[in-house]
C-alpha cells in the first residue's frame, strides 16, 4: 500500500486516506471510506514513522472510523 494521510473530521472522527499520486504528504480526494477529504485537517500523525503503531494515533483509539480502520486491515 501508497503512503496513507491521518485526516480529522470536524466532529473529530479519525479517518485514512490514500496520498495524492506524487505527494505524498498530501491527501488524496477521499478517505477509505469514501469521505471526501476537502473540509478534514491533515493530521500530524504520519504512520510511516510510527513502525508496530496503529494507523492512527493512540489517543484518538475511540473516534476512529470503522470503516476506515477495515480498510487498513486488508
Not at 498530501?26 to 514513522?49: H, I, Q, Y
Not at 493512540?58 to 476512529?64: C, D, F, G, Q, R
Amino acid at each position: 500500500m501508497s503512503e496513507i494521510v491521518v485526516m480529522y473530521e470536524l466532529d473529530h472522527r479519525v479517518h485514512a486516506a490514500p496520498a495524492a499520486p506524487g505527494r505524498p504528504d498530501t491527501a488524496g480526494p477521499r478517505t477509505l471510506c469514501g469521505k471526501d477529504t476537502f473540509a478534514m485537517e491533515k493530521a500530524p500523525w504520519k504512520p510511516s514513522e510510527h513502525p508496530g503503531a496503529p494507523w492512527y494515533p493512540a489517543e484518538y483509539a475511540s473516534t476512529v472510523c470503522p470503516d476506515c480502520d477495515a480498510g487498513m486491515q486488508t
